[in-house]
């Protein structure tokens, strides 16, 4: 996952959160979210960075989540701190439930409330996948922070406004359904808790390296979908898998990525682990 801190410092939202405005504001900060809501943004605009960008104002008094999920890369920009009050759909569960957008895809038109038209169907999948898979990824890691059970504390926004704590919208399920994509807030639960289980299930830092077996092809049997045994750091990913520095994964290992801080330091942690206490 990648993730791109992009704090709307300026927003009065983040600003009430710094002054810890109300019992709200500190009461949500001590405890942390009891549950997540998924949104997408009902426009067709892709790039998250256009939402920080328009976001992070100080008259901007009407909204703040705490990430958007870019359609084009599946870069996630997180906008407020986890543990940070914010205002993203117009209810109570504004004071429970930390919020996340997913951005649509720029090959629709809307022609109503919650009505569009698909420009180009390939293009239009394509960003719904990329922006779905993006945010199973992040919901499970937010549930494994705050021992969220996926099943019963994730909720859309229209899910949420049916249990009386959001506004009257129907997101995302109007986007994943105009788009005959497929996708269902039961079945996003479904991956989200199967990929936090995977996770969990997996072998912990303490544990031994795993050692290739004589005569093995060192850059053979990749745990990483998108990489191929010839390419060019196949073999070095490899090694880097074995001595526990780069955590095996079901999900593309996107090498094209650029290598974010957090990314670094944990590998770097891992590193230290791996020879300097050996």
Not at 48 to 60: I, T
Not at 74 to 103: D, F, I, K, M
Not at 106 to 134: H, M, P, Q, V, W
Not at 224 to 249: C, G, K, T
Request: charged share 20%; net charge negative.
């Amino acid at each position: 996952m990648e993730l791109i801190e992009s704090y709307l410092i300026n927003n009065p939202c983040y600003q009430a959160n710094l002054k810890q405005a109300d019992s709200r504001y500190t009461g949500f900060q001590a405890r942390g979210p009891l549950g997540l809501m998924l949104h997408s943004v009902g426009c067709a605009q892709p790039k998250a960075s256009v939402f920080v960008n328009g976001w992070n104002k100080p008259g901007y008094d009407r909204a703040c989540v705490h990430a958007f999920i870019d359609a084009g890369s599946g870069a996630v920009y997180q906008t407020l701190p986890w543990h940070y009050r914010g205002w993203h759909c117009g209810g109570s569960g504004n004071n429970t439930h930390l919020g996340v957008e997913l951005c649509e895809s720029g090959a629709i038109r809307y022609t109503g409330s919650n009505r569009f038209e698909i420009l180009n169907r390939t293009k239009a999948l394509a960003d719904a996948k990329r922006s779905y898979d993006a945010a199973v990824e992040l919901f499970a890691f937010l549930c494994g922070k705050y021992d969220l059970d996926p099943m019963t504390a994730i909720l859309s926004h229209k899910e949420g406004h049916a249990a009386g704590i959001a506004s009257d919208h129907g997101d995302p399920e109007h986007y994943w359904s105009g788009l005959d994509t497929g996708y269902t807030m039961d079945g996003f639960r479904a991956e989200v808790k199967a990929k936090l289980e995977a996770a969990a299930s997996a072998p912990s830092e303490d544990d031994p390296a795993p050692q290739p077996s004589p005569g093995q092809n060192d850059a053979a049997d990749l745990p990483f979908p998108d990489v191929d045994p010839n390419d060019w750091y196949a073999a070095a990913l490899r090694w880097a898998v074995e001595q526990r520095i780069v955590q095996p994964s079901a999900a593309p290992f996107r090498p094209e990525a650029p290598l974010t801080k957090a990314a670094a330091v944990v590998w770097l942690r891992r590193l230290y682990h791996a020879f300097c206490e050996r």
